[in-house]
């Protein structure tokens, strides 16, 4: 046995944040060839837990829109309405498919089944999409938020201060839109990853 092995198996899981804390330690303090179902379940039950905020923060996530629509309607443009209309048109049937995606372990029941291995890799299975998802919505967002300030140069005052505004908006919404990608970037890649253990661990049943 390697001494890397070893050292996996006698030293504490390191816990890279709250998203991963049980299944880290399910696949780090045991062998692999040694399924323990309880831990198994208890990752997914927190799954489960987790799944469901996901999917209430996702739901919220349409009223804001809603909010600027009702609001600012009026005083948009018609190249800005029909921009913010196909946006927002666009974004419901993605909202429907990420909680389509969330449903296994937010919906799952302990009375279903006793396969929790196969529940929890295949809501597993569906984050690696949502983070995928959610890092190529980043560039899309940046490239509307760029649509939308050249409809507002092309269509409202051209005074400095106007300019300078729109400027610092856009340089704002790039980096966090930079960011959110690096951070969604690596959500998919660790998803990846305990995707890839706990298929693992299923061949070894």
Avoid: C
Avoid at 10 to 17: F, I, K, M, Q
């Amino acid at each position: 046995m390697h001494n890397s092995d070893k050292e996996n198996q006698t030293n504490p899981p390191v816990l890279e944040d709250e998203q991963n804390d049980a299944l880290s330690a399910l696949w780090q303090a045991q062998p692999v060839t040694t399924i323990n179902l309880s831990e198994v379940k208890a990752s997914l039950s927190s799954e489960r837990t987790k799944q469901r905020w996901y999917m209430l923060l996702d739901s919220l996530m349409v009223i804001p829109a809603i909010y600027i629509l009702n609001k600012y309607w009026g005083h948009m443009s018609f190249v800005a309405q029909m921009m913010f209309l196909f946006m927002l048109v666009t974004s419901l049937p993605l909202l429907i498919y990420q909680l389509w995606l969330r449903r296994v372990a937010a919906f799952y029941k302990d009375s279903q089944t006793t396969n929790y291995l196969t529940q929890l890799t295949k809501q597993i299975k569906n984050n690696v999409k949502i983070a995928f998802i959610t890092k190529h919505s980043t560039w899309v967002a940046v490239v509307f938020g760029i649509a939308f300030i050249l409809e507002r140069y092309l269509f409202g005052d051209h005074t400095p201060e106007k300019i300078t505004k729109m400027s610092i908006v856009m340089a704002v919404m790039t980096t966090g839109m930079s960011i959110w990608y690096v951070w969604a970037d690596k959500r998919q890649k660790r998803f990846e990853r305990q995707l890839e253990t706990l298929e693992k661990m299923a061949q070894q049943r």
